[in-house]
């Protein structure tokens, strides 16, 4: 996956480190050279540019990238106007950092559908993490009961077969994709490591150690798989 991140302060940052671990492609922007400069050599590319100026943002590879995050936390003003450059420059997906309700309103008002509350997503990361530890990396509730997780591969596991580790036999889980580590050309012509889903799944396909598995089940039994 590619993204990019605008504004580079703690949140903008923790986004880009995180999707540049789980092996997505990143392109930071932000107008202060320092927090460009702090976290360059982290992720595939990093650029000062002001993101309410058409003619740099233009620059961008806007329509390239799965998503678009925009992390401004202080700034309301910025923000929107961020959000309604990238929209007439067809920005397909934006990931925009609310600080307010009224900043809510105001963005849901010009058309952003995806809205981050710092304080409630990271903790539904925490309960993920309280249920597989470490390992887990993205976790969807889809009912009360049964959860849809990513996560790093049990090291029991890597060199198996799909057929050996049977899943759905052995825990109850379903195998639904798996993300393996390739090497290629990022956006900036650069070669960098990033993954690439396999999501017609059969038996023959081996478990790597790089591996992320996207797991769906009762939240028991990805216990049980995460504790191996």
Known sequence: MKYIVIGLGSLG???????????????????????????????????????????????????????????????FGISVQTVALLKSLGA???????????????LRSIGVKEIMTPERDFAAMYVAQTILGDRALQWDRITDTHHL??????????????????????FNIRLVAIERLIEGKNLLGMTQKRYEVINHITN?????????????????????????
């Open 13 to 75: 940052r923790e986004i880009a480190n995180y999707q540049t671990k789980i092996g997505n492609e990143v392109i930071g922007v932000d107008i202060n050279m320092r927090q460009v400069e702090a976290i360059k050599s982290n992720i595939a590319g990093a650029i000062c540019l002001d993101s309410t100026d058409q003619e740099a943002i233009n620059a961008l590879p806007i329509k390239e990238v799965d998503a678009i995050f925009i992390t401004y936390g202080k700034d």
């Open 149 to 170: 997780y990513k996560m790093k591969t049990p090291e029991v596991l890597i060199d198996q077969s799909v057929e050996t580790i049977n899943l759905e036999e052995n």
């Open 92 to 106: 397909a997906r934006m990931i925009v950092r609310t600080i307010s309700s009224i900043h809510e309103t105001v």
């Open 204 to 228: 023959d396909i081996l478990i790597q150690a790089n591996d992320l598995l996207l797991v769906f089940g009762k939240t028991e039994d990805l216990r049980k798989l995460a504790s191996l």
